[in-house]
């Protein structure tokens, strides 16, 4: 595999640390990106992690036979560990790298498959909100790739600049605020936060970053093709 060069300017650098997130065109070869969506599909087709927990419906209640709205795969590598072999891997865990200092570790995390024509927004929040308060988290970073174009008809990421300065977590409640949904949504009284939100189309190989505070969205799909996205984060693979 070859070792990646390419890193973030100084210019690009100081836009994360002043606004929370960054949108990186033409980061992974778009080979690279096209030649993982076989695996992904696949993963999503077998319904991989069902049994473990690990795949489920992220904004529908998830009762067995609904159609899933928002469908997740948590740690896909588990179900397919030659994820961890891609070039699109090696990328992001250099940008993570580039980021956070070299010891940095790096993880898949996530699977997330919007379905053609899905309603369901990603609602507005935090990922530090997913977190478990009793442990200390260093800055965390996700590097989120989309496996097709994106724009906000499909779907695409969403940031509000400069919302992770304070480092605070908000009050979020389960989606839709339904107890039997694992997503969380920025409480609605809170929604005066999203100010100024910067949609963030890209095409295959274009990827964005976001810190753990950066509250973020991502629209329905009104497309005729799923959205497809995975999401490299720093850390150790959980479980
Ligand atoms: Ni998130």
Not at 74 to 99: H, K, Q, S, V, W
Not at 112 to 139: E, F, L, M, N
Not at 162 to 172: G, I, P, Q, T
């Amino acid at each position: 595999m070859s070792v990646p060069d390419q890193l973030l300017t100084p210019e690009q650098r100081h836009r994360y640390d002043r606004d929370g997130f960054l949108s990186l065109t033409a980061w992974i070869d778009p080979a690279a990106v096209l030649a993982v969506r076989h695996c992904y599909d696949r993963l999503f087709a077998e319904r991989a992690g069902r049994e473990a927990g690990d795949h489920f419906d992220l904004a529908g209640s998830d009762l067995d036979g609904g159609t899933p709205a928002l469908t997740q795969i948590l740690e896909p590598a588990r179900y397919a560990p030659e994820l961890l072999e891609t070039e699109l891997f090696a990328r992001c865990a250099a940008l993570i790298g580039d980021l956070l200092g070299p010891t940095a570790t790096s993880h898949l995390g996530h699977a997330i498959c919007k379905p053609p024509g899905s309603p369901a927004a990603t609602p507005w929040h935090q990922d530090a909100a997913y977190w478990d308060r009793s442990v200390d988290h260093p800055d965390a970073v996700s590097v989120w790739i989309p496996l097709q174009p994106v724009d906000t008809d499909s779907g695409c990421m969403e940031f509000v600049p400069a919302s992770h300065r304070s480092r605070r977590v908000l009050a979020h409640r389960p989606i839709g605020d339904d107890p039997r949904v694992h997503g969380l949504e920025l409480c609605p009284e809170l929604l005066d936060r999203v100010v100024d939100p910067v949609a963030c189309p890209l095409d295959v190989g274009g990827v964005t970053v976001h810190g753990g505070y950066t509250l973020h969205y991502t629209g329905p799909n009104r497309r005729t093709e799923p959205r497809r996205a995975l999401i490299v984060m720093s850390g150790p693979q959980s479980g």
